[in-house]
T-cell receptor, first 107, second 111 residues
């Protein structure tokens, strides 16, 4: 069966620091992978999606970037975090499952 | 792109009653429509889905209907229980690549 792993679960980072969130999928090959952000009490905003290695599409202009160095690995990054980057970040794959989520607080 | 609208944003029902959540989508190319349940602080969990070649699908107390012509789909929960209380999201798979989500419905089942 397919599983999706995302880490870390929680993160507190100062403004201006870098960010790296990682997501991996097991049990499938060539999945589409997604990063979403969810503000408190709000819906899911699609940030990036990837249909294959090195292929990244961005949905909204922002302070974040994504990379897909391997077929089943998807990374969300930032060089300098802003306060507005705080939120709940979720990785998902095209089979319909989500990672556990990362609660990011920028202080 | 795709635009998914979801209503209502909040829904309060008495235990044992039915709950219905509705979504519309804009692009007729969307062909897969999952529903998710998200409990506070947790990841969304897939609870049921439907593909565009099917009009209705049922799994115990939950069912989903799809009207391709009108481009809307609905989640039906019967005999609601307090543990059904959560936020529910609909989604549409657009162009075989991107999942777009509705804005969510907070369901409160009162015991």
């Amino acid at each position: 069966s397919q599983t999706i792993h995302q880490w870390p679960a929680t993160l507190v980072q100062p403004v201006g620091s870098p960010l790296s969130l990682e997501c991996t999928v097991e049990g499938t090959s060539n999945p589409n992978l997604y990063w979403y952000r969810q503000a408190a009490g709000r819906g899911l905003q699609l940030l990036f999606y990837s249909v294959g290695i090195g292929q990244i599409s961005s949905e909204v202009p922002q302070n974040l970037s994504a990379s897909r160095p391997q077929d089943r690995q998807f990374i969300l990054s930032s060089k300098k975090l802003l306060l507005s980057d705080s939120g709940f970040y979720l990785c998902a794959w095209s089979g319909g499952g989500f990672g556990q989520g990362t609660r990011l607080t920028v202080v | 792109g795709e635009n998914v609208e979801q209503h209502p944003s909040t829904l309060s029902v008495q235990e044992g009653d039915s709950a219905v959540i509705k979504c519309t989508y804009s692009d007729s190319a969307s062909n897969y429509f999952p529903w998710y349940k998200q409990e506070l602080g947790k990841r969304p969990q897939l609870i049921i889905d439907i593909r565009s070649n099917v009009g209705e699908k049922k799994d115990q107390r939950i069912a989903v209907t799809l009207n391709k012509t009108a481009k809307h789909f609905s989640l039906h929960i019967t005999e609601t229980q307090p543990e059904d209380s959560a936020v529910y999201f609909c989604a549409a798979l657009y162009n075989f690549n991107k999942f777009y989500f509705g804005s969510g419905t907070k369901l409160n089942v009162k015991p």
